[in-house]
């Protein structure tokens, strides 16, 4: 791998100030990571080591979720060392996922956030040439700072990141069986994990029905959409599929129109607040200190439109994963979107050495703290928690709670009673 073909590999990654905030605590880096050897295009990326331990901390990579959003989005939003106030002030977070592992956020795919490209030819044309660039960003960051590579390796995402990292995990156990430099992957852990669209569309239904936020008639026209979509999905014809995905947005939307609530969080308005982070990056300095490219922020390509929510589904690539990793389904309760009604229809689909006994088990009280703060159900390397008061981000809800699920799950899978 030529590491070489990055010019970015020459300028400093290390953060010695977070603007609005002031000296960093830990050992920061950001920058921008290569797609491959001819250096068309580069992913934007943030990392911070443990703040305890950091050599035999794990790491957990956290893979970005949607194309228009970015790696300080993510950084902001609950996981990250940086909570970003009013006018433009940032302050420590107190329940940071760099409390317990060393944090790396991945800007994908090329072409969305702050990752960029050069040329529209190096844009992913499917989620396996987008892991692919991402499988090659990860070995280049553990090329460049190879002490991470000896730590135990997570991937971590929400919503449609379970594209990417179900790949992105074969990617990694298939260079470490041919010889690529290797990577301690042991779990995956996703939040409202969009795999399967024949159920987990429908479960969108269920979820608003249950929810009391539609009525008989609209009901009646979601369940049409969602036939259509189905006879769209399931047809040779590159036009239908394309159609299939428009029926599927289309479907989303009017049960969420039809509630009038937030599909991550159906307890919110659809009104959302005005992103501070816009006018943060709007400050020069800001962009130097965090190293990034101003071409980031008005790219000269547009976003890969074939990166789809619902085409490609990655659900068959999971059985597989659950032979070999920890795998960590989680939700909050509140979620619409990839909801935990839809999981538990897929799981009792799917195949693997514990499913049998996995769907015999009922959930149990999660008890992180004493109190109930959840319900789960676990065997085997798989875990399937259940968060209460908690919409999609769950860390921005529940940070705690949050915090106490990662612990668990990175450091005592195996033996603390409630764990997930």
Known sequence: MNTVANPFQFESSVLSHFPGFGAVRTVQLAGYLSIGDDAGGWLYFWFSEAARDPENAPLVIWINHAQEQNALDCLFDGHGPYLLGEGGQVHANPFSWHQHANYLILDQPLGGGLSFAVHPRYLPECHAEASQQTYHALQEFLLRWPRYRQLDCYLFGLGEASHTIARLAHCILDGNHSGQPLIR????????????????????????????????????????????????????????????????????????????????????????????????????????????????????????????????APSHLYPPLLEKLQVLFFHGEYGMSGNHLGLDAWLNTIYWKHAAAFRQQGREAWRPYGLPAGAYRRQGGLSHLVLHNAGLHIARAQPANALAMLRQFLHAPDQDEGTV
């Open 185 to 312: 992957l042991r779990g995956l852990g996703l939040g409202n994990a969009l795999l399967a669209p024949e159920i987990q569309l429908q479960s969108h239904i269920e979820f608003a029905s249950q929810n009391r936020l539609i009525n008989t008639e609209e009901r009646e026209k979601a369940e049409t959409l969602l036939r259509d979509f189905r006879q769209a999905l399931a047809s040779p014809s590159p036009l239908r599929h394309q159609q299939a995905e428009r029926l599927a947005e289309a479907l989303e939307s009017h049960v969420a129109r039809c509630g009038g609530r937030d599909p991550r969080d159906i307890r919110q308005p659809p009104e959302r607040e005005p992103s501070r982070l816009s006018g943060y990056l709007a400050n020069p300095a800001v962009l130097q200190s965090l190293h990034i490219d101003p071409r980031s922020l008005d790219p000269a390509f547009a976003n890969p439109s074939a990166l789809s929510r619902w085409q490609s």
